[in-house]
């Protein structure tokens, strides 16, 4: 006999937020300034300054609950900016986090989203994949070049 109970839907909004705080957490450890848009900066999740090397970063950051490619354009991807790619993962489960600059990915896009632009019609859904992401896991040391 099959179980029809279904399981509750999570809101993406919270997933995003839980992984723009968690990344911030993680730089306010290590003694960086952060400031949290709060969604008023369409295109930037956070504003990074390094006081050490007086250097300041824009950050996006890109959530999941569990492995998977992250949704998002070639076009969104700004040479500049630093991407958080988080995944959340179980609740007995420590977090991941993969530390990517934006150059990284525009200079080779087709490791990166894999078969999303590989045809003559791009996806409708292009991602970023996970497996490229893996040699940029707890990559914080970006933060202090």
Known sequence: MTDNVRRPHIDGQLTGMAGEFLVAGKLFKRR???SVTMGNAKAIDLFVHNPRTDRT?????KTLRSKNCFL???ESIKPGHV???????QDDQDEQFF???GESIRRDINRFFGSSYAGETPSTMP???YGPLKEFEDNWELFEK
């Not at 970063?57 to 950051?61: C, K, P, R």
């Open 72 to 74: 998002m354009r070639r």
């Open 57 to 61: 970063f824009n950050v996006q950051v």
């Open 32 to 34: 960086m300034q952060v």
């Open 127 to 129: 991602a970023v994949n």
């Open 99 to 101: 530390i990517v600059p």
């Open 83 to 89: 991407y958080v790619f988080v995944l959340l993962n």
